[in-house]
């Protein structure tokens, strides 16, 4: 993924000459928090090319952005207190120059740099709690020989000004995928196997590629994705889970397409142009394991909605979910009931019905990594009940058409 978008970035910068005079606009600048530091995300109307420098008393970092200029609206001074960086300041510094400037309370920080398209937006990865991440370290280092912890990232879909889909009483989907990620954070606190960090833990929008940005710079073990379905027939009702790969299967494009937010003809054009990537070495690599985390995730909430609230087991099946083609570890996508369908929209507001599904996930996460531990050690085996289980939902899904 990333290769690509450095393919993408050679081909635009080439590009670059042919538009040298048009000015790229500052659109937007936001920031949030993310382990060790802060994210500040500045959108532009197209790629723009920077340069950096450091200063003293007090400590700074800035960014030239050349051949721009700054949406007039955009506070021009945003403190922080949380984080050692004390401010942000951002201002015309000449007139083709936007300047940003981060302030410092002390020289002890790190910063990463990366530039995506679609939106074009610079990212800035601020890392500025070295002093407390170097005095953990000493202390991890005195844990077993065998201890392993596991850090999952969990992505409560949607959020900010995309609401996700809304349900007929007005139930959004954003809302309830976010408690559901902090009720499992909650749940997780106590197992000092697992960390759990959540892509957002506010009613903040996210891009969806930052999504994954955000798990693999953490260098997590898993990644999965939190949603609720939607459907124009107001019928449609139960549970599926998602693992990326193309389909031709009608019904799982549409539901890529609207958790992509693009439309079903776009959708099938994608299959071609992002086929080559998907088909890499390194995806098929990390297939098995997303196939058997589906598996393990899908048949735990299948089995304790079903058997407390009799929902239906739609089976694991396959899409293109933009949210799932950078991670660069197991992956799935999860659609935990269909908010369109009035009875589930009244059970997905339900508290008790909220955390018998987190429940469910932190068990299907506990048996993913239990059963993986018995396949290292043991055997490879081919027997994963996901199979069982998507056949299962096909028919029933089959069935639920003809009716
Ligand atoms: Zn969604």
């Not at 589930?344 to 299907?364: F, P, Q």
Request: aromatic share 8%.
């Amino acid at each position: 993924m990333f290769r690509f978008f450095i393919i993408f970035l050679c081909l635009l910068l080439s590009l670059e000459g042919v538009f040298a005079e048009e000015r790229v606009l500052i659109k937007d600048l936001r920031y949030y928090e993310i382990a060790n530091g802060i994210r500040v995300v500045i959108e532009g109307s197209g790629i723009v090319e920077f340069s950096k420098g450091q200063l003293k008393n007090p400590e700074r970092l800035f960014f030239d952005l050349k051949n721009s200029s700054l949406n007039k609206e955009l506070r021009r001074e945003i403190l922080l207190n949380k984080s050692a960086v004390s401010k942000i300041r951002l201002g015309q510094f000449d007139a083709n120059t936007v300047r940003v400037v981060f302030e410092f309370v002390n020289a002890n920080y790190e910063f990463k740099i990366i530039q995506l398209e679609d939106p074009y937006r610079l990212i800035i990865d601020i890392y500025s709690d070295l002093e407390s991440r170097e005095s953990k370290e000493p202390r991890i280092s005195k844990e077993p020989k065998n201890f392993l912890k596991r850090k999952i990232v969990i992505d409560p879909g949607h959020g900010g000004k995309d609401p996700g889909a809304i349900g007929p009483t007005g139930l959004m989907e954003k809302d309830v995928v976010l408690d559901v990620a902090l009720k499992i954070k909650e749940l997780m606190k106590n197992k000092p196997n697992y960390e759990i960090i959540l892509t957002r833990e506010k009613d903040i929008f996210i891009p969806l590629n930052e999504r994954t940005e955000i798990a693999n710079r953490l260098k997590a073990d898993l990644f999965i994705s939190i949603h609720a379905n939607a459907s124009p027939n107001s019928y449609a009702k139960g549970i599926e889970t998602y693992l990326l790969n193309w389909t031709d299967d009608e019904e799982a494009i549409r539901v890529a397409a609207r958790e992509n937010a693009i439309s079903v003809k776009k959708m099938k054009q994608l299959k071609g142009e992002l086929g080559f990537m998907l088909a890499s070495l390194e995806r098929e690599a990390k297939r098995d394991e997303s196939v058997r985390l589906a598996g393990y995730i899908h048949n735990s909430i299948a089995s304790s909605l079903k058997s407390s609230f009799l929902r239906p087991d739609n089976g694991v099946k396959q899409a293109l979910f933009y949210v799932l083609v950078g991670a660069e570890m197991p992956s799935c996508l999860l659609e935990i009931s269909y908010i369109s369908n009035p009875e589930e929209e009244r059970l997905l507001a339900d508290d008790d019905y909220r955390m018998r599904i987190a429940k469910s996930i932190v068990d299907g996460i506990d048996n993913y990594f239990i059963k993986s531990e018995k396949i290292k050690t043991v055997k490879y085996t081919d027997n994963y009940p996901v199979r069982a289980e998507s056949k299962k939902g096909k028919n029933k899904k089959d069935k639920a058409k003809k009716l």
